[in-house]
Structure formats: C-alpha cells, structure tokens
C-alpha cells in the first residue's frame, strides 16, 4: 500500500480547548489508484490531506504513507517523506523571482541523477504537457490563475512521484484546461503506478477516479467504485 491510514483522530488546539476535527479515519491507497475526496466545506477532507502529506503531525491513530509511520514522527521523517510526494494546492506557491520553468526545476533540485540541462528538459516537457509551452519564460505575475494553477501541477508531476496530493486542482481552470489536467493524472496512475488522492467538489472529473470517498463532520460516511457513485 502507498497510504494506509488507520483509526486516526485529529484536534486542533485554541487556548485551552481542543475540537476534533477528525474521528477514526481509515483508508487505504493502493499504487496506480486514484481517489476523490468529497463532502461539504469543514469535514475535514484537506486536514486529511495535509496529514497524509507530513505537512501537520498527528498523534492518535496511524498513518503510514510509502512505508514511514507519521503519527509522532520525527522532523526529519516528515520532511523525507513529503519530498517524495507531488503536492498541488489552491495556493500556487509559486516563488514570483522564478520563470515558470525555474519553479518547476526547482522540484527536482535533490534528484541526484539529473544535470541541470536534464531538470530544464523536464520542466519545459511537463509544462508543454499541460499547456504551456509558450510560457516557459514567464514569471508568476504574468501568468493568470489557471495558468499558475497548470504551473504547479507541473511542478507536482515533474518528479514522477509515488504519490500525489491535489486540493482542488481544478478550481481555477476551464472545462478543457481542467479535463487536460486530470487525463495527464490519470494517465501516470495507470503508466507508472502514481497513487493519487484529490479533494474536489468538481463533479466534471469524478469519471477519472477509482472510488469516491465521501466525509462528513471529519468522518468517512461511505467509499463507492466510481461507477456506482455515479450511477447512484
């Protein structure tokens, strides 16, 4: 298994009180599987996220993600385990001194087996395969919010990782720009055996999933195999 999440909790912490926000997750992920995270506003889905991204610690529960336990894990564990995965988020963070194709290059900066001209070749091949080709030189405050959004899911596949995380990858795109993002997705799942994990509330890509889970008030309601999702 790539992820394997089981009976997690998570609280977050004001003042002196806690509120849970997450009760008893478990979910599993397999290589080449993509799912979909879906519910209302505030039940937990990009907490879930982050978590199994290393970019919160938790303390109840396990989470095991490409054979490292993150629940009390060390500093260091947590930093390991998020350079190998692809992160694409509402937020760019794009770095705005950097071109397009700088920001992309920059995600492959502690692979040892590329040359500076091997990580200029990459960039600019998975930039031109979401669209911008014609942007390669063009730095983040020339871009549009859809075209920042292509560059940082460049920048997520560019490493070929094991595992990507996407909140929302299609908010800020078109119908086409949106459809071009998923079918790249859903192509490395099924060519290279990437794990996929996407939090959306767009019900045009649900089509490219595995299953569909779906959660409420930081719970996992139901899982679905896609075609009964959508046949419900």
Known sequence: ????????????????????VLHKIDLSV????????TGPSGSGKTTLLTLIGGLRTAYNGSIKVLNKELVQAE?????ETRREI??????????????AE????????????????DKIARSRECLSAVGLEQKYKSFPDSL???????????RAI?????????????????????RKVVSLMHEMAKRDGTAIILVTHDNRIL????????????KIVNENNVLDYLHA
């Open 144 to 154: 549009s919010g859809g075209q920042k959004q292509r560059v940082a899911v460049a």
């Open 158 to 178: 560019a490493r070929k990782p094991k595992l990507i995380l996407a909140d929302e990858p299609t908010a800020a795109l078109d119908s086409q720009s949106g």
């Open 86 to 99: 692809g992160f694409i988020f509402q937020a760019h963070n794009l770095l705005s001194f950097l071109t």
């Open 207 to 218: 089509d490219v999933a595995d299953r569909i889970v779906r959660m409420e008030e930081g």
């Open 30 to 37: 397999k290589a080449g599987e993509i799912i979909i995270l």
């Open 75 to 79: 500093y260091q564990t947590l930093v």
């Open 102 to 117: 700088q920001n992309v290059s920059m995600s492959l900066q502690f692979d040892p087996f590329l040359d500076e001209q």
């Open 1 to 20: 298994m790539i992820i394997e999440v089981q009976k997690l909790d998570y609280f977050f912490t004001e003042g002196q009180m806690q509120k849970q």
